[in-house]
């Protein structure tokens, strides 16, 4: 037996282990949040576009306004170079599957707010879904350039 390693992978330095980090590009991710508090806003104004019920304004409304801030949240959080809460996009991924299902639940009153609603909780459900994935793989933030 000798005593030389037969591994000599194991001996890896911390910044080799470092460079195979699996990174996130923030900036990406920051717009995908952006866009799905977009679609909260888009979410929250459509029953006063359209015709809506009482119960479908409601719905429409807190629902809205839920995802708004959830997305703002994470929008806040990787402008700040830090990855995003992978249980607030998870609670955002929830949210646009109640949208998406609403429609056949409650009165809302039109088609075509109906149309919308189950459409815009179908893209915030796999936006957020996406993003709360991509969040959870990362080890660390890709900090691309400096911010002004």
């Given at each position: 037996m000798s005593d030389t390693p037969t591994d000599t992978n194991r001996d890896s330095t911390a910044a080799e282990r470092a460079d195979h980090r699996n990174t996130l590009n923030t900036d990406t991710m920051q717009w995908l949040s952006a866009l799905v508090a977009i679609i909260g806003l888009y979410v929250v104004a459509s029953p006063f576009i359209f015709e809506a019920t009482d119960q479908a304004i409601?719905?429409?409304?807190?629902?809205?306004?839920?995802?708004?801030?959830?997305?703002g949240y994470n929008f806040v959080r990787l402008s700040r170079d830090r990855l995003a809460s992978v249980g607030v996009a998870?609670?955002?991924?929830?949210?646009?599957?109640?949208?998406?299902?609403?429609p056949a639940v409650i009165d809302?009153?039109?088609?075509?707010?109906?149309?919308?609603?189950?459409?815009?909780?179908?893209?915030?459900?796999?936006?957020?879904?996406?993003?709360?994935?991509?969040n959870n793989k990362a080890d660390a933030p890709d900090r691309v350039g400096a911010r002004a």
């Open positions: 409601w719905n429409d409304t807190l629902v809205g306004t839920g995802i708004f801030l959830l997305a998870s609670l955002a991924v929830l949210l646009g599957l109640w949208l998406l299902v609403s809302m009153g039109s088609s075509t707010l109906a149309t919308g609603t189950a459409a815009s909780g179908l893209a915030t459900a796999v936006l957020s879904a996406y993003n709360a994935y991509a």
